[in-house]
């Protein structure tokens, strides 16, 4: 299985962009899929996390601004981020929980997408 992610750019601060990711592979189905971001010198943190039916989750720091919507016929998960701030610089990482049975599953990454708000 491999998760392929896409959408990070150069934004100008109050601008949006789109991030995409993909999931590929041996998938019987795929539970939860989320968003991290890991800026220069910090931890990883979630960002925001959908469940397979649909429920989002957002971090404080994201809620109003950033929505996670996923498309489950084609394994992918989006993250459309709005009004996007200088803080909101760094490497997006998407994850997924990927059933290749009925009862087994697997946590993957992608392979991260830098994403730079700047003037």
């Known amino acids: 299985v491999q998760l392929q992610a896409s959408g990070g750019g150069l934004v100008q601060p109050g601008g949006s962009l789109r991030l995409s990711c993909a999931a590929s592979g041996s998938i019987f189905s795929i539970g939860i899929m989320a968003w991290y971001r890991q800026a220069p010198e910090k931890q990883r943190e979630l960002v925001s996390s959908?469940?397979?039916?649909?429920?989002?989750m957002y971090v404080d720091s994201v809620n109003g601004r950033f929505t996670i919507s996923r498309d489950n016929a084609k394994n992918t998960v989006y993250l459309q981020m709005n009004s996007l701030k200088p803080e909101d610089t760094a490497g997006y990482y998407c994850?997924?929980?990927?059933?290749?049975?009925?009862?087994?599953?697997?946590?993957?990454w992608g392979q991260g997408t830098l994403v730079t708000v700047s003037s």
């Open positions: 959908i469940t397979a039916d649909g429920r989002p």
């Open positions: 994850y997924a929980d990927v059933y290749n049975t009925r009862w087994s599953s697997k946590s993957y």
